[in-house]
């Protein structure tokens, strides 16, 4: 389903990784791995098609996310390093505008209760700004239950500052999506407890 | 389809009334600039008569600037932008959007209060009806040219001096023509040609402007 060809990735004059592959299909759980500044990230953003590959190609249902990116972009959640909160509106208004935003469709109940499984039920009507680390990575993170009919899910570090309950909660979220025949790329420097364990793809073994 | 377009737009105009005070500011810098012309080139009343245009129009060009950076800088940081990006609509779309809630929030009052500002310089009472129509068809035009800048110096060291350097010299048509509609006007020989021009340059960047923008925003966040 996604596949990666030869990439290659060039971050200032520096060049991070070449002659990266790799394949997901559906189910698959892939975790990146590899130490700070090796490129997880900058991976993460290839296979988005936010950013352009030095050499190589991403390939979604066997064509370039290129040529078909309204298509792909349709399929695909990526959630960054930051949450895309914006500090004057609170987080039911965000939610509901990154879904909009994407192009779904989504009710205000829809977002509430999203908002709700996820433990936030008290802080539904507070400007983002007042909320600490942990909830704001939880209001980014809610858009995961309302987006079980995009079957990519990209994930930049999603367990950071989350508590031990909420790192459970999001692995069996996670670990669902994947049963349900989804496809969940992430990183991640800690464990997590997956149903069953992820594949490893290791970066650093495509460093230059 | 539009359903990005139309959640840009309304989280933008919601955002400007959560955060009036930036707008007030805007208004006041513009008030402001006015104001000091007449200290500085003495208070007689023949001489603001004939600078009034070109002050209310120069005033205007720089209020727009003085907010231009704001239009990308805050969804650039908390990673807003990344997520449009991705949004199956076309890029120009809700750029679009944004410079359309954008012009809402700082142009749209400039072009209300320039009456009142051009009264305080005595322009003549026959000028106001075209001051306030080449603005609001040159407004816009100034928050889509600013735009693409605004989208090139994002996340740039220095970059709102930057932009303003990018962008002022484009600035220029849009300002020789604004401020000549209401010269036009008053001298007698009609304003007619200078608001079709704008029109016209209003139409041209409407068109093309958005896409430059969006492909500037890719480049930003490559």
């Known amino acids: ?208 | 389809m539009l359903s990005t377009f139309f959640a840009v737009l309304r989280r933008d105009l919601l955002l400007a009334w959560r955060g009036r005070s930036d707008v007030l500011v805007t208004l006041a810098f513009f008030i402001i600039v006015v104001c000091l012309f007449p200290f500085g080139v003495g208070a007689e009343p023949n001489q603001l008569r004939a600078i009034a245009p070109g002050v209310l129009w120069v005033a205007a060009l720089l209020a727009c600037l003085l907010s231009l950076h704001r239009l990308f800088a805050q969804d650039y940081a908390d990673g807003t932008l990344e997520q449009l990006l991705l949004s199956r609509e076309p890029a120009a779309l809700w750029v679009m959007a944004k410079v359309l809630a954008f012009w809402i929030s700082t142009g749209l009052p400039v072009v209300a209060v320039a009456p009142a500002m051009a009264l305080l310089l005595d322009l003549e009472q026959g000028g106001l009806p075209v001051l306030v129509l080449s603005l609001a068809l040159g407004t816009p035009i100034l928050a889509l040219l600013g735009a693409v800048g605004a989208a090139l110096t994002l996340g740039l060291r220095g970059g709102g001096m930057l932009l303003a350097l990018l962008v002022l010299p484009l600035f220029v048509p849009v300002l020789i023509f604004g401020a000549g509609a209401v010269e036009a006007e008053l001298s007698g020989t009609g304003a007619l040609a200078h608001l079709l021009l704008l029109g016209g340059g209003l139409a041209g960047a409407m068109a093309l402007a958005p896409i430059a923008c969006a492909a500037a925003l890719r480049i930003s966040t490559d």
């Open chain 1, 1 to 208: 389903m996604l596949e990666v060809q030869d990439l290659a990735c060039l971050k200032g004059d520096r060049l991070l990784f070449r002659e990266l592959a790799f394949r997901l299909q559906a189910g698959g759980l892939l975790r990146v791995a590899g130490p700070n500044g090796v490129g997880k990230t900058s991976l993460l953003r290839l296979v988005t098609g936010l950013a352009m590959p030095e050499a190589g190609e991403v390939l979604w249902r066997g064509a370039s996310i290129r040529r078909e990116r309204e298509a792909f972009h349709g399929e695909l959640l990526y959630l960054g390093h930051a949450p895309a909160l914006n500090d004057l509106l609170t987080p039911l208004e965000n939610l509901r505008f990154a879904c909009a935003a994407a192009g779904d469709d989504i009710d205000e109940q829809a977002c509430v209760d999203a908002l709700v499984r996820i433990g936030l039920e008290n802080q539904l009507d507070l400007p983002a700004r007042v909320l600490s680390q942990g909830q704001r990575r939880r209001v980014g993170l809610s858009r995961l239950f309302l987006s079980a009919s995009r079957p990519l899910w990209v994930l930049d570090e999603p367990f950071t500052a989350l508590d031990v309950h909420a790192v459970a909660d999001l692995a069996s979220t996670l670990s669902e999506h994947c049963a349900a025949g989804g496809m969940v790329m992430l990183t991640t420097h800690q464990d997590a407890p997956f149903a069953r364990p992820p594949e490893v793809l290791d970066v650093g073994a495509f460093a230059c």
